[in-house]
């Protein structure tokens, strides 16, 4: 056998510089600068966009003012972990760094394409149940953080924002309806009974607390 060739140091850096070029569907389109941010500016540049576009869409908005909080935005009282992913090669998003244990109440995934953004949002117990699709543990032998992949496509379009942000402020409006009034019919509900045991009772008659 004849002898195996070593290693070209110079082509596998050439390689590896390769992979990190940015993909020619982004030259020349309007997105071709945030593809070349760093990760960790493209995650704060996501969270200021939420903040942004949903304060110019009228919603009352705060944001987290850190990295190391559960959630990022605040949009009304509902509290948003942000994800932000750029298409890649495979003409996918890799939304990285999802987590079970978080206090947030709905999870957003913001993708952009070179020409386009696209937005998914689910609330934390969907993502649990797997409804947001399937996760991927981000390490071996680690259950704290999960990646997941959506297909560009498969996503809606963020000039949908609005009417989204709308519908959860109505579902959350009717939860916290439901808080206020459910206690206020037990203790009318309380009220009636004990009216009606009063009434079928004999003048001087001690009633059952008092027994």
């Known amino acids: 056998m004849p002898p195996k060739p070593k290693p070209d140091p110079k082509q596998i850096f050439l390689d590896v510089i390769q992979t990190k070029i940015v993909h020619a569907k982004w030259a020349g389109s309007p997105h071709e600068a945030f593809k070349n941010l760093a990760n960790s500016s493209k995650g704060d540049a996501g969270e200021e966009f939420l903040a942004k576009y949903a304060t110019a869409l009228g919603f009352a908005v705060e944001t987290s003012g850190g ?30 760094h999802i987590r079970y244990d978080s206090k947030y109440d709905y999870l957003i995934c913001i993708g952009v394409t070179p020409n386009g953004i696209e937005f998914g949002i689910w609330t934390k117990g969907q993502v649990a149940e797997g409804e947001a699709g399937s996760l991927v543990s981000m390490g071996k032998n680690q259950n704290s953080s999960f990646k997941l992949t959506k297909r560009v496509g498969l996503l809606t379009d963020i000039g949908q924002l609005e009417k989204e942000l709308n519908r959860l402020k109505k579902i959350e409006l009717k939860k916290a309806t439901k808080k206020v009034v459910a206690p206020r019919k037990m203790l009318a509900k309380k009220a009636a009974v004990k009216k009606a045991v009063l009434r079928k009772m004999s003048p001087g008659e001690a009633t059952p607390k008092e027994r």
Not at 75 to 83: C, D, F, G, N
Request: net charge negative; no cysteine; glycine share 6%.
């Open 67 to 96: 990295r190391l909080g559960d959630w990022d935005v605040k949009i009304e009282k509902s509290r948003y972990e942000v994800k932000l992913a750029t298409e890649d090669i495979s003409g996918a998003f890799q939304f990285n």
